[in-house]
């Protein structure tokens, strides 16, 4: 694969500033080690990654918070689903275990029962 280059990240982002730059590729690695998962394919390390991104023109000053909250509402909808299946799962266990006891009760002696 072609090397990334300042300019190439430069011409996207339509900018000649280099510091805005490194402002926006700084911002995107923080959203990486957060665990959002990188747009480009490659194996290459965080911070070449994110400059891929950026000549890519997926990520720009524009749309960098957008990104962040879409994997946030992702994220949470994923912890309400799963919070939801928590509170299911209990409740059949305790029922469960209601019904087995039940089950084994003995009647004291002299009872119709």
Not at 62 to 76: C, G, H, P, Q, Y
Not at 77 to 95: G, H, M, N, Q
């Amino acid at each position: 694969m072609a090397r990334i280059t300042v300019e190439d990240c430069l011409k996207l982002i339509g900018s000649e500033n280099r510091f805005a730059l490194i402002h926006l590729a700084i911002a995107r690695l923080k959203q990486h080690r957060q665990g959002m998962p990188f747009l480009v394919e490659g194996k290459n390390k965080e911070v070449v990654m994110t400059l891929r991104e950026i000549a890519a023109g997926k990520v720009t000053p524009e749309n960098l918070k957008s990104l962040e909250e879409a994997v946030r509402a992702d994220e949470e909808a994923l912890r309400t689903a799963a919070d939801k299946d928590k509170a299911d799962e209990p409740a059949v266990a305790v029922s469960a275990v209601t019904e087995s006891a039940a089950e084994n009760v003995v009647s004291p002696p002299g009872s119709d029962a």
